[in-house]
């Protein structure tokens, strides 16, 4: 069993940066690859970027190639997404995800209960 907590949403204007945090519990967490996701409103969740279990490989989005980055700190249970550039299409729940493989939510066990970003144009 796999409990997340994601931290560090908040109110950015366009073109800003925020770094979102997934806390995670459980001694192997090391052996998961993870995942975020995001959902607007009247949206469905959709991908945003992964990564395998020892930060090896890493996959994204096509909308946020070039200005996120997914990484993780295995010693702190912890998995990072850093956000630059951020645009008002950007604005949604935010949420970490473990377990699972690829860019479907389907594939993903675990889910935190989400974080708020929201872009100001």
């Known amino acids: 069993q796999v409990q997340l907590v994601e931290s560090g949403g908040g109110l950015v204007q366009a073109g800003g940066s925020l770094r979102l945090s997934c806390a995670a519990s459980?001694?192997?967490?090391?052996?998961?690859?993870m995942g975020w996701f995001r959902q607007a409103p009247g949206k469905e969740r959709e991908f945003v970027a992964a990564?395998?279990?020892?930060?090896?490989?890493?996959n994204y989005a096509d909308s946020v190639k070039g200005r996120f980055t997914i990484s993780r700190e295995n010693a702190k249970n912890t998995v990072y997404l850093q956000m630059n550039s951020l645009k008002p299409e950007a604005t949604a729940v935010y949420y970490c995800?473990?377990?699972?493989?690829?860019?479907?939510?389907?594939?993903?066990?675990?889910w935190g209960q989400g974080t708020q970003v929201t872009v100001s144009s």
């Open positions: 990564i395998s279990g020892n930060g090896a490989h890493t």
């Open positions: 995800a473990a377990g699972g493989v690829g860019s479907t939510p389907g594939g993903y066990d675990y």
């Open positions: 459980g001694r192997t967490f090391n052996y998961y690859a």
